[in-house]
């Protein structure tokens, strides 16, 4: 059975590390982010009157 050469391996390394960023960079790029309802836009303050 006949072995790979260094650089064959080498290339095989590139390319599957070219494809793992690829991957990464497109399903973060293909992701639409989920919209935010108004309610939770709205900041309740409530005033609280101390007591010493």
């Given at each position: 059975?006949?072995?790979?050469?260094?650089?064959?391996?080498?290339?095989?390394?590139?390319?599957?590390?070219?494809?793992?960023?690829?991957f990464f960079i497109?399903?973060?790029?293909?992701?639409?982010?989920e919209k935010m309802?108004?309610?939770?836009?709205?900041?309740k303050s409530e005033?609280?009157?101390?007591?010493?």
């Amino acid at each position: 059975m006949p072995q790979m050469a260094p650089m064959m391996w080498l290339n095989l390394m590139f390319m599957f590390l070219v494809a793992f960023l690829l991957f990464f960079i497109s399903n973060y790029y293909l992701s639409s982010p989920e919209k935010m309802e108004k309610e939770k836009m709205l900041i309740k303050s409530e005033e609280k009157s101390w007591k010493w």
